[in-house]
């Protein structure tokens, strides 16, 4: 992602000493973090992934965020279970990534 920023895209003498094959390697983890569709290409191949895993954690930290600002905790003095459902997705994302399988030792 730090490559992507501005200041160093536009290092354009230095992008064309860089091997053709590792620019498309570059493209390909590019493509990985697009953050379009809420980094939808990230999340499929994180979700494809044998744990133990390293996640983005600043992404699971902003689906947090946005789960408890974007929905009140209780609707008409009830739960709101909504939410609390949209938070437990994110730890088991974060509980998956730490989990290992047990027949791999």
Request: charge should be positive; glycine fraction near 4%.
């Amino acid at each position: 992602m730090g490559l992507s920023n501005n200041a160093v895209s536009r290092l354009t003498q230095s992008w064309e000493k860089i091997p053709s094959k590792m620019r498309k390697i570059f493209q390909d983890f590019e493509a990985l973090v697009d953050p379009s569709r809420n980094y939808r290409a990230y999340r499929l191949f994180v979700g494809k992934l044998q744990p133990p895993v390293i996640p983005f954690m600043p992404l699971l930290l902003k689906d947090m965020a946005f789960a408890h600002e974007g929905n009140k905790t209780s609707v008409d003095g009830l739960v709101n279970f909504e939410k609390m459902h949209m938070m437990a997705q994110t730890m088991r994302t974060i509980r998956f990534c730490r989990s290992r399988h047990l027949g791999m030792l």
